[in-house]
């Protein structure tokens, strides 16, 4: 994976408006007429989408140095019939509990840690360029997605957008959420889109009667693809949807949101034998108990274990075989992950052990505290 890098560009901020049928704008800083090109662009996208609202355009590139890559072409129209919803799964982490908006970041965090990830092509992955996070270990772009009714055409959807990135021929960029319009479409919808937020797909909806499957209804799916896009070119991608002809039709607005990842503080006991001092570490929600002790200098690998297949010693490596990496739960349990059918077999005279190697922290992407005793089978 490889960082895409971007030219630094001035900062240039201007209000277009529409006051009436005739298109009156106004720019506000009319000194910058090299922008009247972009103007065009933004006009355009005032008329298909925002031309009864303000659009504030607030073009701001930071990021230094030219990217001499190969960049794989990326291809912003696509028509199906099935919507793609893919989402960031944690491994282990389960279905989500709680509101996911109580781990949201401060913007100046946001703005700071957003960049674009080139993924190289592989048999089993198309690759392409996706936002991810500079700090990956503590934060991560989860997946927002939004559904509403399609505005009719000359009603706009006030989204004010902010380029952050940018700079580059080929149209890569990073563009965020920079408000909504008060009073404007999106904001009167009630849905849950937020500064700093990045739009990675806006998706038209039709809902199609077949007359060979007797007036039954299938959908019709017209997706633009903005990840990773220039404000210009989310703008193009944006307008080149096809125009509204149904009051029936649906949007669905894909964004992705810098979250910080859930803590769960993990509190050590070691049996009296051992003479060691508790100890307490902290884990990521979705982090493998076995595996993240490990990384963190603790190794759960009690040598009086018994393999739960051949009743001997011996370590299997993770292989969910032997006890070696039992814990007893003392306190927090509902925070990992459900046992299942073989982990149950295998510890069921000792009802509140858990294996590591099968146990995964933050269970619901909840965080807390969890008490263990290491090496249950020595106190």
Same mark, same amino acid.
């Given at each position: ?10 900062? +240039? ?20 007429? +090299?922008?009247?090109? !972009? ?13 009864? +609202?303000? %659009?504030?355009? +607030? ?12 960049? $794989? ?20 982490? &389960? *279905? ?8 949201? %970041?401060?913007?100046?965090? @946001?703005?700071?840690? =957003? ?12 690759? !392409? ?21 399609? $505005?009719?055409?000359?009603? /706009? ?13 080929? /149209? ?23 500064? &700093? ?23 019709? @799916? ?5 990840? #990773? ?14 125009? #509204? ?16 990842? *859930? ?8 049996? *009296? ?51 070696? #990496? ?11 992950? $459900? ?13 509140? =052990? ?13 965080? &807390?505290? @969890?008490? %263990? ?7």
């Amino acid at each position: 994976m490889q960082q895409v890098d971007y030219q630094t560009e001035q900062t +240039h901020q201007f209000l277009v408006q529409s006051t009436n049928s005739n298109q009156v704008f106004k720019i506000m800083r009319p000194h910058a007429l +090299h922008l009247l090109i !972009g103007l065009v662009r933004v006009v355009t996208l005032a008329q298909n989408l925002s031309s009864t +609202h303000a %659009l504030l355009i +607030h073009i701001h590139t930071r990021i230094n140095n030219q990217h001499s890559a190969m960049i $794989p072409t990326i291809s912003r129209i696509q028509s199906t019939t099935q919507l793609n919803e893919a989402a960031l799964p944690f491994a282990g982490s &389960g *279905p989500r509990q709680v509101d996911m908006n109580v781990y949201n %970041l401060p913007l100046d965090i @946001i703005e700071q840690e =957003w960049t674009a990830n080139l993924v190289a092509k592989t048999v089993d992955d198309d690759g !392409g360029i996706f936002l991810g996070t500079k700090n990956a270990r503590e934060y991560f772009p989860d997946v927002v997605s939004m559904t509403v009714p399609r $505005p009719s055409d000359g009603t /706009g959807l006030g989204i004010m957008l902010q380029e952050i990135a940018g700079g580059r021929g080929d /149209g890569l960029g990073i563009t965020v959420v920079s408000g909504l319009v008060e009073g404007g479409y999106i904001e009167s919808c009630n849905v849950d889109m937020l500064p &700093g937020d990045s739009i990675t797909s806006i998706s038209v909806v039709r809902n199609l009667k077949s007359m060979e499957l007797g007036l039954t209804e299938k959908a019709e @799916i017209t997706s633009a693809s903005t990840e #990773c896009l220039g404000y210009d070119a989310t703008v193009e991608a944006i307008v080149n949807l096809p125009p #509204c002809v149904d009051e029936g039709e649906s949007m669905v607005i894909n964004m992705k949101r810098l979250r910080r990842k *859930p803590r769960i503080r993990i509190n050590l006991k070691f049996p *009296p034998s051992q003479k060691q001092s508790d100890e307490t570490v902290e884990l990521f929600a979705g982090e493998n108990l076995r595996l993240g002790m490990l990384v963190r200098g603790v190794k759960l690998n009690d040598p009086l274990a018994k393999r739960f297949d051949t009743k001997s010693e011996g370590n299997c490596g993770a292989g969910g075989l032997c006890r070696t #990496c039992s814990v007893s739960v003392l306190r927090g349990g509902d925070l990992l992950n $459900p046992q299942k059918v073989a982990e149950k077999q295998m510890l069921g005279d000792n009802p509140r =052990w858990r294996l590591g190697c099968k146990a995964f922290v933050g269970y619901g992407m909840k965080e &807390g505290e @969890i008490s %263990l005793q290491v090496n249950p089978g020595q106190w």
